[in-house]
T-cell receptor, first 112, second 116 residues
Framework: AQSVSQHNHHVILSEAASLELGCNYS??????LFWYVQYPGQHLQLLLK??????LVKGIKGFEAEFIKSKFSFNLRKPSVQWSDTAEYFC??????????FGAGTTVTVRA | DGGITQSPKYLFRKEGQNVTLSCEQN?????MYWYRQDPGQGLRLIYY???????QKGDIAEGYSVSREKKESFPLTVTSAQKNPTAFYLC???????????????FGPGTRLTVL
C-alpha cells in the first residue's frame, strides 16, 4: 500500500542539539512534499514545502528539508534546536490525485 | 481576522447518537477538507469538497456524512455507524483544491470528540 513513513515516534533532545526527522514515501510519479508542525495548543501549520527545483528547501524557524528522489525521502533538519521547537511534526505527500497523505507524526521534546 | 474556526473544542456524546461538527472559514477558499487524527496514525482524510454543492469521499468516509451548501461552511456528521468515533477531528481549507500542486491547506484548531 502506498504510504508515508516517519521513522521516529518520539525524539527527546537538549537545546542546541541538531535534529533530523526521517520521512519516506512509497508513491510513484511526481509528488509534492510538505512538513507540518503542531505546537502544543496550536493549529497545525506549514513548516516548509517542496514542489520542484532545488531539492534543499528552507522553511520557517530555521528548518530545512532535503528531497532525495532516489531514496523517496524528505528528511527534516534543524542544526540547533530550541525549547520552543517542542511540537509534533508531520510529513505529508500530495499524491497524483492531489490529496494529502500524512505520516504518523513525530513528537519532538526539547529539554531546556 | 481570517481563518478557520471549529466548534466546539470538546464534544461528548453517548454511543448511538449522531453528532455534527462545525467548520467555518472566512478565507474565501473553494476547497475544504475533514481529517481524523488518532495517536500514532497521523491524519486521515474523511471527506473533501472542491466547490459548493459538491464533495467526495476520502480514505475513511464510512460512518461519516458532510454537506457543502455554503462556500464558508463544511459541517461533518459523525453517525452511529462509525465504529470508533472517539478522535480529534481537523478541518482544513485551500484556495482551489485539486489540480494545483502548490495549493496549500490551512487547518483549524480541531474538535476533540469523545463518545461515552
Amino acid at each position: 500500500a502506498q504510504s508515508v513513513s516517519q521513522h521516529n515516534h518520539h525524539v527527546i533532545l537538549s537545546e542546541a542539539a541538531s535534529l533530523e526527522l526521517g520521512c519516506n514515501y512509497s508513491y510513484g510519479g511526481t509528488v509534492n512534499l510538505f512538513w507540518y508542525v503542531q505546537y502544543p495548543g496550536q493549529h497545525l501549520q506549514l513548516l516548509l514545502k517542496y514542489f520542484s527545483g532545488d531539492p534543499l528547501v528552507k522553511g520557517i524557524k530555521g528548518f530545512e528539508a532535503e528531497f532525495i528522489k532516489s531514496k523517496f525521502s524528505f528528511n527534516l533538519r534543524k542544526p540547533s534546536v530550541q525549547w520552543s521547537d517542542t511540537a509534533e511534526y508531520f510529513c505529508a505527500v500530495k499524491r497524483n490525485d492531489y490529496k494529502l497523505s500524512f505520516g504518523a507524526g513525530t513528537t519532538v521534546t526539547v529539554r531546556a | 481576522d481570517g481563518g478557520i474556526t471549529q466548534s466546539p473544542k470538546y464534544l461528548f456524546r453517548k454511543e448511538g447518537q449522531n453528532v455534527t461538527l462545525s467548520c467555518e472559514q472566512n478565507l474565501n477558499h473553494d476547497a475544504m477538507y475533514w481529517y481524523r487524527q488518532d495517536p500514532g496514525q497521523g491524519l486521515r482524510l474523511i471527506y473533501y469538497s472542491q466547490i459548493v454543492n459538491d464533495f467526495q469521499k476520502g480514505d475513511i468516509a464510512e460512518g461519516y456524512s458532510v454537506s457543502r451548501e455554503k462556500k464558508e461552511s463544511f459541517p461533518l456528521t459523525v453517525t452511529s455507524a462509525q465504529k470508533n468515533p472517539t478522535a480529534f477531528y481537523l478541518c482544513a481549507s485551500s484556495i482551489q483544491g485539486g489540480g494545483d500542486p502548490m495549493d496549500e491547506q490551512f487547518f483549524g484548531p480541531g474538535t476533540r470528540l469523545t463518545v461515552l
